[in-house]
T-cell receptor, first 116, second 113 residues
Framework: DTAVSQTPKYLVTQMGNDKSIKCEQN?????MYWYKQDSKKFLKIMFS???????INETVPNRFSPKSPDKAHLNLHINSLELGDSAVYFC???????????????FGPGTRLTVT | QQQVKQSPQSLIVQKGGIPIINCAYE??????FPWYQQFPGKGPALLIA?????SEKKEGRFTISFNKSAKQFSLHIMDSQPGDSATYFC????????????FGTGTRLQVTL
């Protein structure tokens, strides 16, 4: 009955590799997000998709590419991994309402990426 | 540019104490102010949230105080327990469809016996 799930939970890889993180939500939400939490625990949004359409794209290197095959999934692909990409990546989702605005964001458990 | 400033960075209180975490913001377009609680190895979870049309909101032992004119808001945890030990983040969000949470830098709270 997990609301927002991510795979894998841990990812250790070498510099230069390409890797993907998958996210799925079973809440029926129409908006999904990727956040990055650095070693100092600072949380910063990277991307947001609403109904498979990219609506937020923060200043993120082009090596990061999100893909949303459907409303319930938002994957993150990272090319040519660098040491500085080491962080915890969180997926989140929310349900927007035209009059009430954007709803509460539910976060996944995170994926700890370590680049060596 | 840190749009939401949070303090203190860390806080240690004894069981039963009332830790207070403060946040300040600059952007008057923010219209939703949530607090998130994060335990080690877990994702942040919404604890309580407030909109700027009220000055205080209470849910159980958690209270948000909001001062719109000062652009500040704070979290109070009444009768704190060791199980409250976690990192707390304030956040702010502008209205509109391109919703983006801007987080504070986090406060690591430790409640001792």
């Amino acid at each position: 009955d997990t609301a927002v799930s991510q795979t894998p939970k841990y990812l250790v890889t070498q510099m230069g590799n390409d890797k993907s993180i998958k996210c799925e939500q079973n809440l029926g939400h129409d908006t999904m997000y990727w956040y990055k939490q650095d070693s100092k625990k600072f949380l910063k949004i990277m991307f947001s998709y609403n109904n498979k359409e990219l609506i937020i794209n923060e200043t993120v290197p082009n090596r990061f590419s999100p893909k949303s095959p459907d409303k319930a999934h938002l994957n993150l692909h990272i090319n040519s991994l660098e040491l500085g990409d080491s962080a915890v990546y969180f997926c989140a989702s929310s349900q927007d309402a035209p009059l009430a605005g954007v709803g509460e964001q539910y976060f996944g458990p995170g994926t700890r990426l370590t680049v060596t | 540019q840190q749009q939401v400033k949070q303090s203190p960075q860390s806080l240690i209180v004894q069981k039963g104490g009332i830790p207070i975490i403060n946040c300040a913001y600059e952007n008057t377009a923010f219209d939703y102010f949530p607090w998130y609680q994060q335990f080690p190895g877990k994702g942040p979870a919404l604890l309580i949230a407030i909109r700027p049309d009220v000055s205080e909101k209470k849910e159980g032992r958690f209270t948000i105080s909001f001062n719109k004119s000062a652009k500040q808001f704070s979290l109070h945890i009444m009768d704190s327990q060791p199980g409250d030990s976690a990192t707390y983040f304030c956040a702010a969000r502008k209205g509109g469809t391109a919703s983006k949470l801007t987080f504070g830098t986090g406060t690591r709270l430790q409640v001792t016996l």
